[in-house]
């Protein structure tokens, strides 16, 4: 498994070619009709709220809102919602903008199964994810799952960057941007478990200063 993982593959200009078109499939399925399934009920209101309040000058919040158990989310989720409400203060645009960066997501999948498995399986992955209904459902409201997992891989990436191949700079941030998003849905602990696998696999590479 290790060797599979440290196998890289390079990007031709088919593959950008090939990215480009998922990409293209997945902004169409996440913005093509968005005002028919974008929808605004409790969840968004009581995420949106605080984010409003702290981009208009009204209060910084010490907690977030709570989760299903009743504990509070950390404040993170409040500010991370404040970023698209300080460009629009619409939450069609909101969603619009959420939609836009789960394509992000779309493109880090891709260049995750691409360069660690090869361009079939990352041509594969991305255009599942592109167009599964449910990553589609997920991916085009104001709800706080929709907004964390581009940064659950972002973090992976690093981590194999950083502790498989060896790169030192990336080392440093793996974690925290794991962290962050496990502030945004506490869900993402679960994945605390195969990251400090990683770890384990590159140890010899670690820049422990």
């Known amino acids: ?3 599979m993982i440290l196998k890289t593959h390079p990007v031709t ?4 070619l090939t990215l480009a078109f998922i990409l293209f499939v997945a902004a169409f399925m996440r913005l093509e009709n968005q005002g028919g399934v974008a929808h605004f009920r409790y969840d968004q209101g009581i995420l949106s709220t605080p984010a409003l309040d702290l981009v208009t000058g009204r209060g910084a919040p010490l907690v977030g809102p709570p989760a299903v158990a009743g504990i509070p989310y950390p404040p993170m989720l409040t500010y991370a919602f404040a970023v698209p409400y300080a460009i629009t203060d619409s939450p069609l645009g909101v969603s619009v903008l959420i939609a836009l960066w789960n394509v992000v997501g779309v493109g880090l999948l891709w260049l995750l199964g691409h360069r660690y498995f090869g361009p079939l399986v ?3 992955a991305g255009l599942a ?13 104001i709800w706080n799952p929709n907004i964390h997992t581009p940064l659950v ?13 060896g790169r030192r700079w990336a080392q440093l941030f793996a974690l925290p941007v794991l962290v962050i998003a496990a502030q945004l849905h506490y869900a ?4 605390l478990a195969p990251l400090v696998w990683l770890v ?10």
């Open 122 to 124: 990352g041509a594969a």
């Open 13 to 16: 200009r088919r593959d950008l």
């Open 1 to 3: 498994m290790r060797a």
């Open 188 to 191: 993402t602990w679960t994945l």
């Open 153 to 165: 891989l972002i973090a992976f990436l690093l981590a194999l960057h950083g502790f498989v191949e």
């Open 129 to 141: 994810y592109a167009v599964a209904p449910a990553a589609v459902q997920q991916s085009i409201y």
């Open 200 to 209: 384990w696999v590159g140890r010899r590479h670690i820049n422990w200063p």
